[in-house]
């Protein structure tokens, strides 16, 4: 089996299983995927912009636009987040969202203050040359990737799937590869990290 959905979800389902944290929450990951596989042994919190028609066992789903400021009794409530293959959509409207340029950044700024300190993050979105695929989504270089997350996360592992669709698990990240973005046009980084 091949591709970015198919390995993410299995790689970061596994790791959840590992680490059993004490609560989990998913950010507008794929529904029929990856919450899926959690939802089959634990139970899951879920936000996401686009609505859920059915209840679905162990699945809290609330439907919410990441991008918007917080309820204070989501600051620092998780132990364990993810955020699969959907930061690179927020504020490109695709899903119903506003249009805002800055979209991925007030995500990523929710993303580090709903998760508890010392929490995990599991986070995957493309890498390849940064660009811009209006409306469909964001490709990101690793340079800029790192430049985001040094001062919010220490980075425990990273993986990635390279541009055939093939995974390569818990990868040592080098200058020589974040130059070249690991040989990925469309490849999909896959990181876990825990919040400083």
Not at 20 to 30: E, F, L
């Amino acid at each position: 089996m091949k591709g970015h959905y198919f390995h993410q979800d299995l790689l970061v389902a596994r790791k959840i299983y590992i680490n059993n944290p004490h609560n989990h929450i998913d950010i507008g990951s794929r529904i029929d995927g990856f919450v899926a596989h959690i939802a089959s042994f634990r139970s899951i919190d879920v936000l996401d912009i686009r609505p859920l028609a059915k209840s679905i066992p162990n699945i809290k789903f609330v439907q919410q636009d990441f991008t918007v400021p917080l309820k204070t009794e989501l600051i620092e409530s998780y132990d364990s987040v993810s955020c699969l293959h959907a930061l690179e959509h927020f504020g490109l409207g695709r899903y119903g969202d506003p249009i805002n340029p800055d979209g991925y950044l007030l995500g990523l700024k929710n993303l580090y203050a709903i998760i508890k300190k010392g929490g995990k993050l599991y986070f995957s979105v493309p890498i390849g040359p940064q660009r811009l695929e209006f409306n469909a989504h964001r490709v990101f270089s690793m340079k800029y990737l790192l430049s985001l997350f040094d001062k919010y996360y220490n980075i425990d592992n990273f993986s990635f799937v390279d541009d055939n669709g093939d995974l390569h698990e818990d990868i040592k990240i080098s200058n020589s590869s974040l130059e070249n973005n690991f040989g990925c046009i469309w490849g999909c980084g896959i990181f876990e990290m825990t919040k400083i």
